[in-house]
């Protein structure tokens, strides 16, 4: 190993590079939107969600709200307003996503997680989508509960089912009409997920299946081929790498929040748009001749500069270490600086504006924000939605009892029960978010939703905890949610055997506190936070 390869870099100095190739990026949009001025309009607009996997909206403890069907519709509305023909596409886990944690061997989600779906399909008709190819999980109720919603369905499944049980790959292909072309879109599922790659020999009749259609579609006269392909990330890599005339390939089925710059799988642009219908991927198609098309999107741009300028502050600072240090040979530190010197000219290039002719793509994605608008008639129809499965699960569950403790064991009494004994406690979570856990539920019309009732209650499906309905006392996330169940305590507090737990653990919070439902929570600062006076704290303590 030579004594260049050798020398470290400080962390401070990596940091550093990365800080400022970020903030060197910014340059490009003016170039962009310069270089965008000197187009006619885009020929076709492309929109298109993955892996939206049942989501109606987004889960209201999160600190940035991200996504909500209502909001996808106006930002549709918005990109349509520009009169620019639109062609919006939907790929991957669609309609069903994980099982509700409420969801129990006495609450059968299958009414509530139907409906969401039905009501999906529903803004997806008003929205006017093209096509879609679905998922595994799309099959979570079963082939006849999909077909039942592809019946109700105004757009095209691509492919509607799994072609067989021993080889579920299904290729499908639609023409679709955007202003004066002809856009073919090619639907590709495994139905396999992350975990279901591909092996070599259905890999070959899958690409041939897909060819097959493809080739269909450029007879039929499609001027831009675009690949909706649901499957894992290296099933959909070596797919699109060995197809011929695909323009596009929209990658879903990964059930993966980051939404990626495009990059190349073969001779296709390879794009996601993340998942959960977070954003919008947003795809500018400027038609100018048969050329392969060029990218010129400032997303690229920026991120291939972000890179390059990351690259160039870690090799300028190694060259700068080298140069102070005797032992290096200084005909490698030259050969370096010569590389240092092409990373510069790169990034030079990179920033610099592309020809303003020939065929061309503008790629973006769109995050949907809390800031975005919302569309109020698909608002009132998530409203609708929520308030008939939470009349259904009310009576549904209404015999849905708690088992009883064993003999001997503690169950739950409430936090009312901790009030004569723990009053400053007892004070400090009424006005605590837990203390009103369950009443953000009642305002929204969720408190009988199996996706948001178990972290808004106490105790939930434990012995002597509450259920979906009965859940008298135990509404709000009360004392016993962190401490534990607490009618021995009650009974006998003296009694060492009936002690709760003073000090819950990061297990106990990370129960309901997860990455999906609870972004930014980290146990140390939470605890921290939660340490006041007459709870955690002594009443006197000033500090």
């Known amino acids: 190993m030579s004594s260049i390869s050798r020398l470290v870099v400080p962390r401070l100095v990596l ?184 092996g070599s020999e259905r890999m070959t009749k899958l690409q041939a299946a897909a060819q097959v259609e493809l080739d269909k579609l450029r007879a039929g006269g499609a001027r831009v081929v675009v690949g909706l392909i649901s499957s894992d990330q290296r099933t959909g890599r070596r797919l699109t790498s060995g197809l011929r005339g695909l323009d596009f390939a929209i990658q879903a089925g990964l059930d993966d929040g980051s939404a990626p710059a495009p990059s190349r799988s073969g001779g296709s642009t390879l794009l996601r748009a993340g998942r959960q219908g977070q954003g919008l991927l947003v795809l500018d198609v400027y038609l100018d001749g048969a050329a392969p098309f060029a990218d010129i999107s400032e997303w690229t741009r920026a991120e291939h500069k972000a890179a ?122 009424t006005q605590h978010a837990h203390g009103r856990a369950y009443t953000t539920l009642e305002q929204l019309h969720k408190q009988f939703n199996l996706s948001c009732v178990s972290c808004h209650v106490t105790g939930y499906n434990r012995p002597g905890g509450a259920t979906v309905v009965n859940n008298q006392g135990l509404t709000h996330v009360g004392c016993e949610s962190c401490h534990g169940p607490g009618s021995l305590h009650a009974a006998q507090p003296a009694l060492a055997s009936a002690r709760l737990t003073s000090a819950p653990g990061e297990a106990v919070c990370k129960q309901c506190h997860t990455p999906e439902h609870s972004d930014l929570f980290e146990f140390q600062s939470y605890v921290a936070r939660i340490r006041v006076k007459g709870h955690g704290l002594p009443v006197a303590a000033t500090n």
């Not at 209502?70 to 009169?83: G, I, T």
């Not at 390059?308 to 300028?316: E, H, K, N, P």
């Not at 490698?332 to 065929?359: H, I």
Request: hydrophobic share 40%.
């Open 308 to 429: 390059l300028g990351a690259r160039i502050a870690d090799l300028s600072a190694r060259i700068a270490a080298w140069e102070r240090d005797p032992s290096v040979d200084r005909a490698n530190v030259a050969e370096q600086r010569e590389k240092l010197k092409a990373l510069r000219e790169e990034l030079a290039r990179a920033g610099a504006e592309r020809g303003a002719t020939g065929n061309a793509f503008d790629a973006r994605y769109a995050p949907l924000t809390a800031k975005e608008a919302r569309d109020p008639q698909v608002k009132d129809i998530l409203a609708a939605h929520d308030a008939r499965v939470n009349e259904h699960n009310r009576v549904a569950f209404a015999a849905v009892r708690p088992k009883q403790p064993p003999p001997g064991a503690a169950g739950y009494v409430g936090s009312e029960r901790c009030q004569s004994c723990h009053a400053p406690a007892y004070a400090w979570w």
């Open 15 to 198: 940091g550093l590079a990365l800080v400022l190739a970020v903030l060197g990026s910014c340059g490009g949009r003016d170039q962009t939107s310069a270089q965008m001025a000197k187009r006619a309009q885009p020929a076709v607009r492309l929109v298109a969600l993955t892996d939206v996997s049942g989501y109606l909206e987004p889960c209201g403890c999160q600190s940035k709200l991200l996504g909500g069907i209502d909001r996808a519709s106006a930002k549709l509305q918005a990109l349509r307003a520009e009169r620019i023909p639109v062609v919006f596409v939907a790929a991957g886990d669609l309609l069903f996503g994980d099982k509700p944690e409420g969801a129990t061997a006495d609450t059968d989600a299958t009414a509530q997680e139907t409906w969401k779906a039905e009501t999906l399909v529903e803004v997806f008709n008003r929205l006017g989508l093209a096509a879609a190819t679905p998922g595994k999980r799309d099959l979570s109720f079963g082939a006849s509960t999909l077909s039942r919603l592809q019946e109700r369905s105004q757009f095209s499944w691509l492919p509607a089912k799994p072609a067989s049980n021993e080889a579920p790959e299904g290729v499908a292909g639609k023409l679709v009409k955007a202003g004066e072309h002809s856009i073919g879109v090619l639907g590709v599922s495994t139905f396999g997920g992350p975990d279901g790659e591909v």
